[in-house]
């Protein structure tokens, strides 16, 4: 979903009598009741790796576990041109967190990647 589309949704709402609910993120964990949820801290576009995204950050952090996790994945090999020289990055094939050449684990999702 792009801002537009999302801006549209959010306005639909308030002009329906919602203005005023309080804003959440429904959690993918188990619950009674109401599904587990998080409240939202801001929204900001993105910087350097993250141009051309809206983030929104949220109260708890929201963590992939799914059950192939501990499966060795490739790490995503992407090669920038700055200019002068070619930097090589490694991204993580889940978050696209970037990796070192180090890395067994991503540090954000804790997905297992290859070296
Ligand atoms: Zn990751």
Redo the contacts with the bound molecule.
């Keep these: 979903m792009v801002l537009s589309e999302l801006k549209k949704q959010v306005d639909f709402l308030c002009d329906t009598g919602h203005g005023d609910n309080l804003v959440l993120v429904t959690l993918s964990e188990s619950s009674i009741g109401s599904r587990a949820a998080t409240g939202i801290t801001g929204i900001h576009s993105g910087i350097d790796w993250e141009h051309g995204q809206v983030r929104i950050s949220t109260e708890k952090k929201i963590i992939s576990y799914g059950k192939d996790r501990d499966e060795v994945i490739e790490p995503i090999r992407e090669d920038y041109d700055i200019g002068s020289r070619i930097r090589h990055l490694l991204l993580?094939p889940?978050?696209q967190?970037q990796l070192s050449k180090y890395d067994n684990y991503?540090g954000?999702?804790g997905?297992r990647v290859k070296k």
């Design positions: 993580c889940k978050c967190n991503c954000n999702c997905q």
